[in-house]
């Protein structure tokens, strides 16, 4: 199956439009710019009509790329959306949402596009991403929504995954780090093996490749069971090995000329259908050039 189209069946007779509506979630305007832009097919065809009449059996592909022809940016792409989420592959050097004097950020972007569109919606942010690090990242279009993310983020969460190159060669296969994070007035986080009044934070490690040609780097995959800030920077460098490109934790390494963590797989419960979404993206490729 192309991974460009989501793929359906259908279960019982409806006209196109009124499946196209229960199913995707989304706004009617959305639907038809779909339809119209060539973005349906039943049973491998192309289908523009919004009154073709559907039966139990049928296929439907919906093209990713068409129904998100209503937005495009530099700074990040939309993975997902129906009429209460949205999930977006946030570029490095963005940040999730204001801060300080800085107007460009994903929300903005974000609530710019839905004027656009004409949803009566805004970003709610519920996690974030530091602005040097890029992939996957999950907003709420309402508020009630936002507060079902946040009230049971850990249960709603089940799998979530970062990729990150990382200086040095790992020696161990995989493990486990395991710390108190603390921040002190200058928003450095420490880390300690005690608990200093910080938040505990576990983070699982597993290599997925080493350099073989003497430079020492290595290709780590993060599963967090604990989601705290500058978590994978702090435990990466209590390894010895911290994230290529972290002027923060980091030892200076910075074979690329960015910091070297994607998140690149989220899965979660819908916080309103409660069903289960896996949404993964590809690791970026400059993260290979040092281990080539």
């Known amino acids: 199956m192309d991974k460009q189209y989501n793929s359906y069946t259908v279960k019982e007779d409806a006209l196109l439009l009124d499946w196209l509506l229960a199913n995707l979630h989304t706004s009617r305007t959305k639907v038809k710019a779909t339809l119209s832009g060539h973005g349906v097919r039943v049973n491998g065809k192309t289908v523009p009509q919004f009154d073709f009449p559907l039966k139990p059996g049928m296929k439907i592909t919906i093209s ?20 209460y989420i949205v999930v977006i592959d946030k570029h490095q ?28 919606c805004q970003a ?22 936002e507060l079902a993310l946040e009230s049971d983020w850990h249960n709603i969460v089940y799998d979530r995954r970062y990729v990150a190159l990382l200086s ?19 928003y450095f986080t420490y880390s300690s093996n005690y608990d200093n009044g910080g938040k505990i934070a576990i983070s699982h490690y597993r290599v997925l490749q080493r350099s073989d040609n003497g430079n ?7 599963r967090l069971e604990t989601g705290r800030k500058n978590q994978i920077r ?28 994607h998140a690149y797989k989220l899965c979660f419960y819908h916080p309103v259908t409660h069903k289960p979404l896996e949404f993964k ?5 400059a993260f290979q050039q040092p281990l080539l």
């Not at 709610?124 to 929504?145: C, E, F, I, N, P």
């Not at 435990?235 to 000329?257: E, F, L, R, T």
Request: hydrophobic fraction near 30%; include cysteine.
């Open 64 to 83: 990713r790329s068409k129904q998100n022809d209503e937005f495009h940016s530099r700074y990040l792409r939309i993975v997902y959306e129906d009429r």
């Open 93 to 120: 050097g963005i940040l999730s949402m204001a801060a300080g004097h800085s107007s460009l950020n994903v929300k903005t972007i974000l609530d710019d596009y839905f004027r656009k569109t004409r949803q009566h």
């Open 124 to 145: 709610h942010v519920v996690h974030r991403l530091d602005r040097d690090t890029s992939g996957l990242m999950l907003y709420a279009k309402d508020k009630q929504t």
């Open 168 to 186: 040095g060669t790992v020696e161990q296969d995989e493990g486990t780090i395991q710390s108190w994070l603390k921040d002190n007035k200058a």
């Open 216 to 222: 020492g780097y290595s290709l780590v995959e993060f």
């Open 234 to 261: 702090v435990h990466a460098a209590d390894m010895g090995h911290p994230v290529c490109g972290d002027i923060k934790y980091g030892n200076g390494d910075d074979p690329i000329g960015r910091l070297c963590l």
């Open 281 to 285: 993206t590809d690791i970026p490729q």
